[in-house]
């Protein structure tokens, strides 16, 4: 992702809570929001208002998903790469180990001068 397309989840989550509430539904042109009769008329020229008017009710009611599995995912993402450090450690331990022992037990089998 380009610097321009970084997510601002922080920005989302306070647009979403200063936006009408959902669920918003998409009526031909027009979108609206329970005892709200209209949100937003799309009659953009050139351009299809019934696609763009269903993909703006799709997209603000499928946002708070799409921001909770976001978060989910950055966890999940955190553990394993917390996980996966505990890990190089660890082995980066045993290699240290495994070279001291392969360098003793050469050093065994050496003639003595």
Do not use: F, H, Y
């Not at 027009?30 to 953009?44: I, K, Q, T």
């Not at 946002?63 to 999940?76: F, G, N, V, W």
């Not at 996966?84 to 065994?108: H, M, P, Y």
């Amino acid at each position: 992702m380009t610097t321009q397309q970084t997510i601002n989840a922080t920005k989302l989550r306070r647009l979403l809570a200063e936006a009408t509430p959902g669920p918003w539904k998409q009526e031909g042109v027009r979108v609206s929001a329970p005892n709200v009769l209209s949100v937003c008329m799309c009659n953009a020229s050139g351009q299809d208002p019934l696609a763009n008017s269903t993909l703006i009710a799709a997209a603000v009611n499928a946002l708070p998903d799409l921001l909770a599995e976001r978060e989910r995912l950055r966890e999940a993402l955190r553990l394993i790469l917390a996980s996966a450090s505990n890990d190089c450690t660890n082995l980066a331990g045993q290699l240290l180990e495994i070279r001291v022992e392969a360098k003793n037990a050469l050093a065994e089998t050496e003639p003595t001068k």
